[in-house]
């Protein structure tokens, strides 16, 4: 780490344990969002690290950005994940968008004023993203040509919070190449919410339905030309799951801390129980693999950073992080035994934050396909 990384840590670690730490079992059980401490997260420069200075970013690297958010998810994933969700939505629009719409919509994401959502997902089309039946009509309005967008969009982190939507949107034939692009902003008529999801974990960040009817979306919200969408969505995609894979090791590190001192401490036997050596293994191989997968994440942040867009590596980062997340935390769990299950430990709310890290931004499954796609292509070469 750096020194502006170790600085960056340092104060929100300190911000974390202040402000968000003593909330966070009472809000989990609540399913309560503050927007306070995100817009505060946002003043003091968190929401917008990685864009630049003339639409109110703080031009950090990639690197700095996975520091922040992995820093974040030991206290709290809901507040981590909507920043790497906006953080997608921002550099979104800074790398696809025209001069008018970056000025317009990245400084009040960027200061955290507002929220960024990511529009993809329908009931029917998950993992086959490009079957996504959400209709863009061109039409004549009333104020100028633009599009009338109809349908539904699911799983939506921040739904009903955000500001400003990513939506993906049929505009042509099927398939990924007849998918636009457009930016849809809250308040707008024919923009609605569905009821807000029952997940089991992720409590704190609202996810709901997000719909449209007769949505009437000026041309100046389509993001690049008719038909870029889908690649919009995945670019934008390859860069998101660098940061759910900062993430992950975030809530890696924080269980196998957890289960490191409970371990320590809790005498069985008229010995500490770290001094089994099941137990010894077991903590062994988590911190092993938190290491490994804290690697992975920072190489592909590397790259990023260094113009080497490399889709392989950000699934194989999103991948195994967030395996070894969803297994450190269920280990950290079995460590804690009786009371690890109870909600008096926060293992137990970081075990069910962690399972839909394996599902978010493309399954695991998915991530596999991108990698072995990849493998496949480097050797048909
Ligand atoms: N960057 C740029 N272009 C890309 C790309 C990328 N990473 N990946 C694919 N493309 C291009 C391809 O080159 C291809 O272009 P051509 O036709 O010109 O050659 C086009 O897009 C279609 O690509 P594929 O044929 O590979 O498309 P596919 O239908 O086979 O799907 C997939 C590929 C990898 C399975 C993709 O559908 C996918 O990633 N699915 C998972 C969807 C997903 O991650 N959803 C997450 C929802 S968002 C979320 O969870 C956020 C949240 O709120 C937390």
Redesign the pocket.
């Known amino acids: 780490m750096n020194e502006i990384q170790t600085e960056l840590k340092n104060q929100l670690e300190k911000y974390r344990l202040q402000k968000i730490e003593p909330f966070m079992e009472e809000d989990d059980h609540n399913e309560n969002f503050r927007m306070d401490i995100f817009r505060e997260l946002g003043s003091l420069g968190f929401c917008g690290m990685t864009l630049p200075a003339q639409y109110g970013g703080s031009e950090l690297s990639y690197q700095d950005l996975c520091v922040a958010l992995n820093e974040i998810a030991k206290s709290s994933v809901s507040y981590s994940?909507t920043i790497?969700?906006s953080a997608?939505v921002q550099n979104i629009i800074n790398e696809f968008g025209n001069e008018e719409q970056k000025q317009k919509y990245l400084p009040e994401l960027t200061s955290g004023q507002e929220i960024g959502?990511?529009c993809?997902?329908e009931s029917g089309s998950?993992?086959?993203?490009?079957?996504l039946k959400t209709t863009a009509k061109k039409v004549d309005g009333p104020t100028g040509p633009g599009y009338v967008l109809n349908g539904a969009k699911m799983?939506?982190?921040?739904g009903g919070i955000a500001k400003t939507y990513i939506v993906m949107a049929r505009t042509g034939a099927e398939?990924?190449?007849g998918v636009s692009a457009f930016i849809v902003e809250d308040g707008t008529e024919g923009l609605s919410f569905g009821k807000k999801e029952k997940k089991m974990g992720w409590k704190v960040s609202p996810?709901r339905e997000v719909l449209f009817q007769n949505c009437f979306v000026p041309e100046a919200n389509l993001l690049q030309s008719e038909g870029d969408g889908?690649?919009i969505?995945?670019?934008g995609?390859?860069r998101?799951?660098i940061t759910?894979g900062s993430i992950a090791c975030g809530l890696a590190e924080r269980a196998l801390d957890e289960a490191t001192k409970y371990a320590l401490d809790r005498q069985q036997f008229k010995q500490p129980i770290f001094d089994f050596q099941g137990l010894q293994f077991m903590l062994a191989d988590m911190a092993t693999e938190t290491e490994a997968s804290k690697l992975l994440v920072d190489r592909a942040a590397y790259l990023y950073d260094n113009g080497v867009?490399d889709?392989k590596l950000a699934s194989m980062a999103k991948l195994k992080s967030t395996d070894t997340a969803m297994k450190v935390t269920t280990d950290a769990v079995q460590i804690l035994g009786g009371v690890g299950y109870t909600s008096e430990y926060p293992v137990e709310r970081m075990m069910r934050d962690a399972k839909v890290l394996q599902?978010?931004?493309?399954?695991n499954q998915?991530q596999r396909?991108?990698i072995a796609?990849s493998l496949k292509k480097a050797y048909q070469k």
């Open positions: 994940v790497s969700v997608m959502a990511f993809l997902s998950g993992s086959d993203a490009a079957s799983w939506i982190t921040s398939g990924s190449k996810t889908f690649k969505a995945m670019a995609l390859d998101g799951r759910i867009s889709q599902i978010v931004e493309g399954t998915i396909v991108v796609r």
